[in-house]
């Protein structure tokens, strides 16, 4: 009897061990390739497939365009996240923001600054993808800010009280030092700050300037390890803590807001490697550039603005923007409740559309619109809650 003949098609056809491919066992250049393709959601999904990728994904950090977080309830937990990138709003059920307890202060480097009434006051760090928390020490120079809840949606006097925060590194950074500004009266202001590891705030009391009475903050930031704060009238101030001691320095303006409570003001990237700060008076014209210094010693440079220059105007001429913002304005250097979302009426598999968003300080919002609640731009960034380790080590 002959040798029976194998089957070649079978043979053919069937795997085996050495040609069998898993997905597990890309190579790392495709899986680059195929993670800077994807959306910011999408990237969730694929670190999520196995380890390989999960660690292709850590080792391929993506920065994505800033998402816009709002809340469009006063009592409940769900807060709308628009993506400009993808046109997209996703809600999101976020216990730990109920926005009857909790307020936003900012948003940094993929990090909320979170203040809390319940079950007692806090403060703290907040990552609203990862749920990452950094709990910082709590001082009763702000114990304040509980009225805050309770005055939220009112123009009080109580409101030029209330710290406002900045913060110059990520809270994960042994560099991050936290500062807060709080307006007292006229004649002085109190500056505080907790660098990392510190289990206790440090203040200091600013005087003012001979001529120069302080007034009410609108905003602040930090460049360079220097922290600079912007008044109602649009007057910016400077401070930095040295090791000869404190340095304060006043940056004084031509002209004044005669409607102060109108002044806003925003970090861009000016080009030659400068960082600026813009004071904008939308109803009134005066705008300025300031260049943030690298010293405090260095001298001042100013870059006066007139009315129907363009140079680093935030929308103007428009009512809203739908697609991304101006690839030299550091979205998230403006204030919390600079900005509002529209969704249009149209809506697919993935829900509302992202119709645009507006400054809000501008003009009143649309009916669409139906903002109660805070608003802030946050970088879409997955933090590790590993990472989320004590303030204080």
């Not at 079978?10 to 491919?21: A, K, L, W, Y």
């Not at 910016?236 to 404190?246: C, H, I, L």
């Amino acid at each position: 009897m002959g040798k029976r003949r194998k089957n070649t098609t079978e043979s053919s056809t069937t795997p085996t061990v050495e040609n069998q491919r898993c997905w597990s066992s890309l190579p790392v250049d495709p899986l680059t390739m195929i993670i800077r393709c994807l959306c910011f959601l999408d990237h969730f999904s694929f670190r999520a497939v196995c380890k390989q990728w999960r660690l292709a994904s850590k080792n391929c950090p993506v920065q994505y365009p800033l998402w816009l977080m709002i809340s469009r309830n006063s009592t409940a937990t769900k807060w709308e996240f628009g993506d400009p990138s993808t046109r997209r709003i996703y809600t999101v059920d976020v216990p730990e923001l109920c926005r009857s307890s909790t307020r936003l202060l900012l948003s940094k480097h993929g990090w909320l600054l979170v203040f809390s009434s319940e079950p007692s006051p806090s403060l703290f760090f907040f990552n609203p993808f990862s749920r990452a928390r950094i709990d910082l020490p709590w001082s009763t120079d702000f114990s304040g800010m509980t009225h805050m809840l309770k005055f939220r949606y009112r123009r009080t006097m109580i409101n030029d009280y209330m710290p406002v925060f900045a913060l110059s590194a990520p809270p994960t950074s042994p560099h991050c030092i936290v500062y807060a500004a709080t307006y007292i009266y006229e004649e002085n202001l109190e500056i505080s700050f907790c660098r990392r590891g510190d289990s206790t705030w440090t203040t200091r009391r600013v005087d003012k300037t001979p001529g120069i009475k302080f007034a009410p903050i609108k905003n602040a930031m930090v460049h360079a390890g220097i922290f600079y704060w912007v008044e109602k009238e649009g007057r910016v101030r400077a401070y930095r803590e040295t090791d000869k001691g404190d340095k304060y320095r006043c940056f004084r303006r031509a002209k004044l807001a005669l409607r102060d409570d109108k002044v806003y003001s925003y970090m861009v990237d000016s080009g030659d490697g400068k960082v600026s700060m813009c004071v904008d008076f939308p109803l009134m014209g005066p705008r300025q550039a300031i260049t943030l210094l690298e010293d405090i010693d260095d001298p001042i440079e100013i870059e006066n603005l007139e009315s129907y220059d363009d140079k680093y105007r935030v929308n103007r001429k428009r009512d809203g923007y739908a697609t991304l913002g101006p690839s030299w304005l550091r979205l998230d250097s403006f204030p919390v409740g600079s900005w509002c979302l529209s969704s249009s009426d149209s809506e697919d598999d993935h829900g509302p559309k992202f119709c645009n968003w507006h400054l809000l300080k501008m003009k009143r919002c649309r009916s669409s619109c139906g903002l109660s609640g805070d608003s802030v731009w946050i970088e879409p960034k997955w933090i590790e809650p590993s990472l989320a380790i004590a303030w204080c080590t």
